[in-house]
């Protein structure tokens, strides 16, 4: 080999072990930029679905929000593993939608160590209403715990959220509040096509073959809401409370059974053999499955497809 031949040799040699440095520096440097800027995402968790998504409009790239409900699970039987606590504990900020939804929040938050997170009850400033689940059915002293399916309320859960990401990250609040201002004009221009839509129909009667959970939404609307169970999906209902929804759809009429989401709709099903009614979906958008998450479901588009069934079911006409 000749002096040449070994000098262009010890040049791409020389070059080789530059190029791999510098590669090295770009990976390590991107490597660390990754990191840094993962760690920089505000670490969020929350128990329902509606509230995370809510997380999601608002916190859009700047944070990283968790479920703590496993694709659908039922959320009223939900308690936290060891492995949820841990979660809960290492978030920035930890959202719940209230004490009567979420009653194991309480000890959960006490023995919390992290005293920097900052935690939402979504209920606080909310006007929380009785639940009443049928005709002439004496006050149960319970409280609904559903405080998302009225839209101001979500307003109000919204606003919220949008502070305590302003107070984890005051350099980004102004991106925070208009994020939020967005949901905001969009959950407005729902609730006007709620009433709009809900205006003209023929009945009035929502007949729902699950547990008492849209307390809120008929109220807001002025609907006559009875439910077969109580305020969760595991309150058995009698077989008294079924005769009488039974003669209340054979007295008024009523040609559409509304059904619950995530569970088999087995009393739905047999309100709607007994009367020869029609079943539909009417979705509270505690949890979601998997297949929905895959497919970009959002609260709004579970409550556009609630105003969608409401609508066939009462018989509307505008
Ligand atoms: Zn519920």
New binding site residues.
């Given amino acids: 080999m000749n002096k040449r031949k070994r000098d262009i040799k010890k040049t791409f040699f020389v070059i080789g072990i530059i190029a791999s440095i510098i590669l090295g520096i770009v990976i390590v440097s991107s490597g660390a930029e990754r990191l840094q800027s993962n760690s920089q995402k505000i670490k969020i968790v929350t128990t329902l679905f509606p509230l995370y998504d809510f997380v999601k409009n608002v916190g859009g790239n700047k944070v990283e929000v968790s479920l703590l409900l496993p694709p659908g699970v039922e ?2 039987s939900f308690e936290p593993k060891p492995g949820d606590i841990v979660n809960i504990n290492e978030a920035d900020v930890f959202i719940y939608t209230g004490k009567s ?1 979420e009653p194991w929040v309480d000890s959960v938050i006490k023995g919390a160590s992290n005293k920097k997170m900052i935690i939402i009850d979504a209920s606080i400033g909310i006007k929380m209403i009785p639940a009443v689940f049928r005709d002439n059915d004496e006050p149960t002293g319970s409280i609904d ?2 405080i998302w399916l009225d839209f101001d309320n979500d307003k109000i859960i919204i606003q919220a959220i949008a502070k305590a990401l302003s107070q984890k990250d005051p350099v980004n609040a102004d991106f925070y509040q208009r994020n939020a201002s967005e949901y905001q004009d969009k959950l407005s221009a729902l609730d006007e096509e709620y009433t709009t839509g809900l205006s003209k129909c023929k009945s009035m009667e929502v007949i729902y073959g699950g ?3 849209f307390g809120y939404l008929a109220k807001r609307y002025n609907l006559k809401y009875l439910a077969a169970q109580g ?3 595991d309150a058995e209902p009698t077989a008294n409370d079924l005769i009488q929804l039974i003669d209340q759809i054979k007295k008024d009429n009523i040609q559409y059974v509304f059904y ?1 989401e995530l569970i088999t709709p087995k009393i739905a099903e047999i309100l709607a053999n007994e009367t020869n009614a029609k079943l539909l979906l009417l979705n ?1 958008g ?1 949890n979601i499955t998997k297949d929905d998450f895959e497919n970009g479901v959002s609260f709004l588009s579970i409550m556009e497809k609630n105003l969608t069934n409401l609508r066939i079911g009462l018989r509307c006409n505008r």
């Fill in positions: 959320a009223h939804m715990p559903h547990h008492y959970a305020i969760s999906p619950e509270a505690h």
